[in-house]
C-alpha cells in the first residue's frame, strides 16, 4: 500500500469535520488522525467506519487519502482539503487562518 488513510467525518451535534484518532476519539484537525499505514490498518478503518456510523455520533463517515508533508497530514482529494480547512469563499475564517499562520512561520524560518 503506498497511499496513507484515514477516518474521516461530520460530528452530527453541529456539523463539523472531524477525524478518527488513535485514542479512538473524533478529532477538529487532521494533523490528530491516526493513520493507516499497511493494509491491515486500513482494514480497521473500514471496522471503525461501521461502527462510527452506528453510533449516532458522527455522519457521512468515510476513510480518505493523507500522505505526509513536512510533518503535518495533507487530504489529496480537494473535497476533504476543504473540508479540513474551513469555508473556500474568505480565507480570514475557518481553519485555514491557521494554516496560513503555520505557512507563514515556516518562510520566516
Known sequence: MSTLKALT?????????VWLGADGGWHE???????ARHEAAV???HDAEKVAA????VVDVAVIDVEE?????YALRLRERIRALGPTVRSDLGKQVE????DDDAIAA
Open 43 to 45: 482494514s480497521g478503518l
Open 99 to 102: 494554516q496560513s499562520a503555520r
Open 69 to 73: 508533508r513536512e510533518g503535518h497530514l
Open 9 to 17: 467525518a461530520n460530528r452530527l451535534s453541529d456539523g463539523i469535520a
Open 29 to 35: 484537525s487532521l494533523d490528530e488522525a491516526f493513520v
Open 54 to 57: 452506528l453510533d449516532n455520533q
